[in-house]
């Protein structure tokens, strides 16, 4: 067992001065910027310092109410706008945002402790995927085809769906919502946004752009609060779509109310992501990866790859190595470009994670590396921090091992062959992304095919790019963003025929 330390950053304070100003912020219903009717609000906190920056409308059943009818009588409009003058909108947009990515990046920052250099990555990417789907707006919408009838013809046309609710999570706030805004109102729609309760004031500013790039009142509705306020959207009798991120509890409760009524849905919900490594692999390359994997984004992250298989060849090795690197990661304040592990976004959260330092002690798994939180990690002296956390979990009934954690904690799993390897990294219910280290390529092609997940990457890890589909299988969801299908999450087909 070691506890050698991780490298500490020193803290700063009055690190947002932009923001100082802007306190208690508005929704966006229709063509106006709005409080609650009620006056109920609720509040943002630093995750670094704890310090309360933001007020916000708490949305009840008669705000939603509002935006769902809004965006309703939008979409009789947007419907029917040409495509070229949808994509040259979503192209405005692009630029309004890359002349905002640092602000963007920074409010994120302010909002979910994400690392500066995670959020601006992630910002930075925003302009891309509005270009893409505006892009793609500009396509086929059809297909004519051979019907095989004597004096007929028929043909296909993919029509927008109406109003689609946008419901997204904390950890990348505006990028797992942008795989859903452009698709959507590239396809026609119109859209109501329900931003997460610690991250609404990015989502805002994302929405103030759009409206400032010309997209028409109502095609853009925002309502901020909690699950409450995602439930009564996901309710709302006028919405024809759910595209939601979050937690698979959440996603299956969001199915639940969307069967009956057989509205379409995309679900991005959680993972256990594996990590496996062959004997063959390039095992520099792969534990900094494995590390990589595990703890960036402080492990707040639906691709993090929190089970590490290691062949029983290489165990040692390994895990030697991954000590090592993990005693090289950097904790502290997220603005510090160096920082790869910044604080843990919410209280809520720091209870889960450091929960799950006390269930791994109960269950008596072997620490491997790490296990401090904030109080007990030098020259921390504020914020939610876990330190890098790596546990031997080879009961495959323990927690650990099991269950989703959304922090900088994974377990490290033996196998002895590729049949092994495959048992174990599909014994989750999860199944969004996994790992291969080999040089064999052979091997990399026929596991690839065997991992139960919606995404496999071979000797790399969180490869991304918006031209490639992301999405998981099992408890991790349903349909996928992104890709040069993603419009068709957002589209209907409908079949015409003529007789001549
Ligand atoms: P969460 O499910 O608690 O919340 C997600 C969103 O749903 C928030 O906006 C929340 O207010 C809202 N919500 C909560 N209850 C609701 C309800 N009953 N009806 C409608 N909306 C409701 O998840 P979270 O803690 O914000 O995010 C972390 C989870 O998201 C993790 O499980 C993570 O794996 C998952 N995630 C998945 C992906 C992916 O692409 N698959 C990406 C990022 C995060």
Excluded at 276 to 290: E, K, M, N, R, Y
Excluded at 378 to 385: A, E, L, N, T, Y
Aim: aromatic letters at 8%; one cysteine or more; a negative charge.
């Amino acid at each position: 067992m070691t506890t050698t330390p991780s490298k500490l950053v020193d803290t700063d304070r009055g690190r947002f001065p932009e923001f100082s100003s802007e306190k208690r912020y508005e929704m966006l219903i229709g063509d106006d910027w709005v409080s609650s009717t009620t006056g109920e609000t609720f509040r943002c906190f630093d995750p670094f310092d704890d310090v309360e920056w933001g007020y916000f409308p708490v949305a009840g059943e008669r705000e939603v109410a509002e935006a769902v009818a809004a965006a309703r009588t939008a979409f009789k409009s947007w419907s029917t706008t040409r495509a070229t003058e949808r994509a040259a909108i979503l192209m405005r947009w692009a630029d309004l945002i890359r002349e905002n990515v640092e602000l963007l990046a920074r409010l994120q920052v302010h909002e979910n402790g994400k690392t500066i250099t995670e959020m601006r990555g992630a910002s930075g990417a925003l302009p891309a995927t509005a270009e893409y789907f505006a892009q793609l707006a500009l396509g086929p919408v059809g297909l004519t085809i051979e019907p095989g009838m004597p004096r007929h013809e028929a043909w296909t046309l993919r029509q927008p769906l109406g109003v689609v609710a946008a419901i997204a999570p904390w950890n990348n706030p505006l990028g797992l919502l942008s795989w859903k805004l452009f698709p959507a109102l590239a396809a026609g729609n119109t859209v109501v946004v329900k931003p997460s309760e610690v991250t609404p004031a990015s989502t805002l500013l994302l929405a103030r752009l759009g409206r400032e790039a010309g997209l028409p009142p109502g095609t853009i509705n925002v309502v901020t609060g909690a699950g409450s306020t995602g439930a009564a959207l996901v309710d709302s009798p006028g919405i024809d779509k759910i595209a939601f991120t979050g937690s698979t509890a959440t996603g299956a409760r969001i199915a639940q109310s969307a069967a009956p009524r057989f509205l379409r849905t995309t679900l991005e919900l959680g993972g256990k992501g594996a990590q496996i490594v062959f004997p063959d692999a390039d095992l520099d390359a792969a534990t900094s990866s494995l590390v990589h994997g595990m703890v960036a984004g402080t492990g707040q992250a639906c691709n993090a790859g929190s089970r590490l298989l290691v062949h029983d060849d290489v165990y040692g090795d390994v895990v030697e190595l991954l000590r090592g690197k993990l005693a090289d990661v950097k904790i502290g304040d997220p603005l510090d470009p160096s920082s790869l592990v910044g604080p843990v976004a919410s209280r809520a959260q720091y209870e889960k994670v450091t929960g799950y330092l006390d269930i791994a002690r109960a269950e008596g798994c072997e620490l491997l590396f790490g296990g401090r939180r904030s109080e007990e990690i030098d020259g921390i002296q504020s914020g939610r921090f876990v330190e890098p956390t790596l546990y031997a979990t080879p009961n495959p009934s323990s927690r650990i091992r099991r269950e989703e954690i959304f922090g900088p904690v994974g377990g490290v799993i033996r196998f002895r062959d590729d049949d092994e390897a495959m048992k174990i990294a599909n014994e989750t219910t999860y199944g969004l992304v996994a790992g291969l280290w080999t040089r064999d390529l052979s091997r990399a092609h026929r596991l690839a095919r065997q991992l139960e997940s919606g995404v496999v990457w071979i000797n790399t890890w969180r490869a991304f790019s918006t031209n490639v589909p992301f999405g998981g299988v099992k408890s991790s969801g349903l349909g996928r963003e992104i890709g040069p299908d993603a419009l068709h999450e957002y589209t209907e087909t409908k079949s015409i025929w003529l007789g001549l």
